[in-house]
């Protein structure tokens, strides 16, 4: 009866401990799908980020042909009133552009900037949430199979002891049907006789 007893123990502690598995398998699959999002959320934003280096790029050759048309306009010597009114102007729309676009690529540096820090802690929060876990579960593993390795142990002792106990007390049965038929012999013997 106690060794039943201790089986069933066995196959619940074995049952629950499959279930637990089983549950942290699920929780990995979801881990490893939300790190999949967030790595094609990361992707994207390092394309993002590429693409504004182009355009920074782009703002900055302009810039530095707008640089280069100012200088050559204000050392462009001398020209007609018209001309001058009109290159006055020119030089001022280039310059308030110029302006603009410093100011675009400060901007643009500063987000790139920002979303550059950006990725690296999301990378490492992501990296130190998944160490965490996997440790976590390896050691809510090693506890379930040192209580499982537990129980086996004390079922196999209880099973063990009980195999003694009934080895015991099949031999001092034998031990009575050999002194009962000997008895039975004898019984026989006397009423034949």
């Known amino acids: 009866m106690q060794l039943k007893y201790e089986n069933d123990r066995l196959k619940l502690a074995l049952a629950q401990s499959s279930a637990n598995a089983k549950k942290w398998e699920i929780e990995l699959n979801s881990l490893k799908t939300t790190n999949s999002r967030l790595t094609s959320a990361l992707q994207e934003s390092t394309a993002n980020v590429e693409e504004w280096?182009?355009?920074?790029?782009?703002?900055?050759?302009e810039n530095s042909r707008m640089k280069t048309r100012i200088h050559e306009l204000d050392a462009g010597g001398r020209v007609g009133l018209g001309?001058?009114?009109?290159?006055?102007?020119?030089?001022?729309?280039?310059?308030?552009?110029?302006?603009?676009?410093?100011?675009?690529?400060r901007a643009r540096?500063?987000?790139?900037?920002?979303l550059e820090v950006q990725l690296q802690r999301a990378q490492q929060e992501d990296q130190?949430?998944?160490m965490q876990?996997?440790?976590d579960e390896n050691e809510?593993?090693?506890?379930?199979?040192?209580?499982?390795?537990?129980?086996?142990?004390?079922?196999m002792s209880t099973q063990e002891s009980q195999?003694?106990?009934?080895?015991?007390?099949?031999l001092q049965l034998g031990e009575r049907i050999k002194d009962l038929l000997a008895l039975h012999h004898?019984?026989?013997?006397?009423?034949?006789?």
């Open 53 to 61: 280096k182009k355009q920074l790029q782009t703002y900055k050759e």
């Open 83 to 105: 001309e001058s009114e009109e290159l006055v102007k020119e030089v001022g729309s280039l310059r308030a552009r110029m302006e603009q676009l410093e100011e675009e690529v």
């Open 109 to 114: 540096d500063a987000t790139i900037l920002e």
């Open 128 to 130: 130190r949430d998944k």
């Open 133 to 135: 876990m996997l440790t």
């Open 140 to 155: 809510q593993l090693r506890m379930e199979t040192r209580r499982a390795t537990s129980q086996l142990d004390v079922a």
């Open 163 to 170: 195999r003694g106990v009934v080895e015991s007390v099949n």
């Open 186 to 193: 004898e019984l026989n013997h006397l009423l034949t006789t």
